[in-house]
């Protein structure tokens, strides 16, 4: 993100998809697929952030490389606001506070930025790809020295840390004294080119598509071996899609029976077996697809799937759920919690103890960093991983 000059144009660059990133140790904010930190808490402060093309705030707009952007911004009390947006490369930009204004001290209501005759505009820049934006707002003015600096004349901080990672790790520290009160915040999406979306295969013509049809009338076997074995017709409906190329392998989509929710059928390339996901967990999948790579392919900490889900029976806390497992890692869901993704050490800890039927019970957020290592969090109790080391605690 270079810096401007009052007649050049501030650019926005592209951010991945942030999850399970670093939280303050002692704030212990929650981790969602849509944020980078969020107060554990309902803080009495709010912000809210948004881009010009959508002004809810939960839209993924597209922008090109060169266009004038601008950032809404509103918060319901006086608070110090911290613009930041992370490109794909890894570089992190902090573009307000900045040296054009004269205080990042904002009043409660409706904010843009720039503001009208502002001394800098906001331009997108490459590369193509998934932009967030975060904001953060404190009612203490933060010390952002170990992150940004301003370097000679320049207007705009030279950022030291490295990737959506580095930033999380280091916001962690910088709110970790202050109350879970005292600081909250926000993000929104937006693409820079034209970015993938979720996998559409072509429409569905009038006459029906069959288990694993492709559209030049082919199938694909493990597809159609997978409706049979799991008597596709009372679990996974009827296909909505054909059966089409998805990363490096296929896909298909059905409209699920009652309760199961939408479906779709996953087929890793060079497997010989495809296997289901359903309901809330397909939309977890995708929703994690979708903020890491812009749903081009499934996302890289999960992989494709590697077993069909499972229904989890009531467990010693009295709660029930879905279990699916895949290449890297594995999707829980319950009512009760939600759906949450656990991986590496503290996924093989956690099921060696006998998963959500153990003491530990279901997970109650995503699996996250925590002073530089992996941890998460149970109904019963959490793991934490020192030097590679899962260890694990009862509450």
């Known amino acids: ?51 010009n093309r959508d002004a809810s705030g939960e839209g993924n707009p597209t922008y090109q490389i060169g266009e004038r952007i601008s950032v809404g ?63 953060v707002a404190s009612t203490t003015e933060l010390s952002l020295n170990d992150i940004a600096t301003f370097e000679g004349q320049q207007n705009f901080a030279t950022i030291s840390v490295q990737g959506q990672d580095g930033l999380a790790q280091a916001l962690s520290i910088v709110v970790n004294p202050l109350p879970d009160n005292a600081w909250v915040t926000d993000t929104a999406f937006f693409r820079v080119g034209n970015v993938a979306q979720t996998p559409q295969p072509q429409p569905t013509p009038a006459a029906q598509i069959q288990p694993g049809q492709r559209q030049d009338g082919s199938f694909d076997s493990a597809m159609v071996d997978a409706y049979a074995r799991l008597k596709g017709d009372e679990s996974l409906g009827q296909a909505t ?25 996953l087929h890793a390339n060079g497997s010989s077996r495809s296997y289901s996901v359903h309901g809330r967990l397909l939309a977890r999948y995708l929703a994690l697809a979708g903020a890491e790579n812009g749903a081009t392919r499934p996302p890289s900490r ?46 093989k800890s956690y099921q060696g103890l006998g998963g959500s039927g153990s003491f530990l019970g279901f997970p109650t957020r995503d699996q996250y960093m925590l002073n530089g290592a992996w941890a998460a969090d149970f109904e019963g109790g959490t793991i934490r991983t020192v030097n590679g080391v899962a260890r694990i605690y009862r509450r």
């Open 241 to 265: 899609t054909y059966a089409a190329a998805w990363g490096d392998g296929f896909w298909q989509k059905f409209n699920g029976i009652g309760a199961y929710g939408d479906a779709a059928l």
């Open 73 to 135: 911004l509103k918060t319901n009390a006086d608070a110090y606001i911290y613009l930041f947006n992370v490109n794909a490369d890894g570089n992190i930009d902090l573009f307000f506070p900045n040296r054009y204004e004269d205080s990042n001290y904002v009043q409660a209501g409706t904010r843009v930025f720039p503001r009208s005759g502002a001394k800098y505009n906001l331009s997108v820049g490459g590369p193509n790809g998934q932009d967030k934006l975060l904001a």
């Open 1 to 51: 993100m270079s810096n401007p000059t009052p007649s050049s144009y501030k650019r926005i660059c592209v951010i991945s998809a942030l999850l399970g990133l670093a939280a303050p140790a002692l704030a212990a904010p929650k981790i969602s697929a849509q944020s980078i930190i969020v107060n554990p808490t309902q803080p009495e402060l709010n912000v809210q952030v948004w881009t």
């Open 302 to 347: 999960l992989g494709w799937a590697a077993g069909d889900e499972k229904v989890i029976p009531q467990n010693l806390y009295g709660t029930t759920g879905l279990y699916g497992f895949f290449q890297n890692g594995a999707l829980y869901d319950s009512q009760k919690y939600g759906t949450f993704w656990l991986t590496g050490p503290v996924l």
